[in-house]
């Protein structure tokens, strides 16, 4: 079953936050080019189960701040041996601002990843145009 509430709340404030929040936090889409590498921190989860955008845990997900990177955005993340492409799917009630959660398979892995620093870049964001159902991609 889908987190209604979660999604409402989040599709429902939006608008209001975006306008009422610093420039710093404002929304990857309107206050940074898709170019640019941004310092994140970063942790991992392990927890399975439905996401905020209604679909099971899996690799490749990371949970984040919707203000700052909404639902649906594509990143590319510099972690280490976590490097990679991912999908922001999840959001979490202590993930605020320049933070997000990056989703392992094991609690074990979870430990070893521990809380960092790491680099992020976007390369792809829900589009305007089409409601938030599709996505535009940009280079790398």
Known sequence: MIDAEKVARTGATLARIVIDMPKDIRAVGDAYPDNELLDFHATA???????????????????????????????????GRYTGTYTVMDT???????RVDV?????????????????????????????????????L
């Open 45 to 79: 989860y392990c927890l399975k189960g439905r996401t905020a955008s209604g679909i099971n845990t899996r690799p490749g997900m990371i949970a984040a701040d919707p203000r700052v990177l909404p639902l649906g955005t594509v990143v590319h993340l510099r972690a």
């Open 103 to 139: 989703y392992v398979p094991t609690y074990r892995e979870a430990v070893q990843f521990g809380r960092r620093q790491v680099k992020l870049k976007v390369i792809g964001r829900n589009s305007k145009k089409t409601g938030g159902k599709g996505l535009v991609v940009g280079s």
């Open 92 to 98: 979490g009630g202590l993930i605020k601002g320049r």
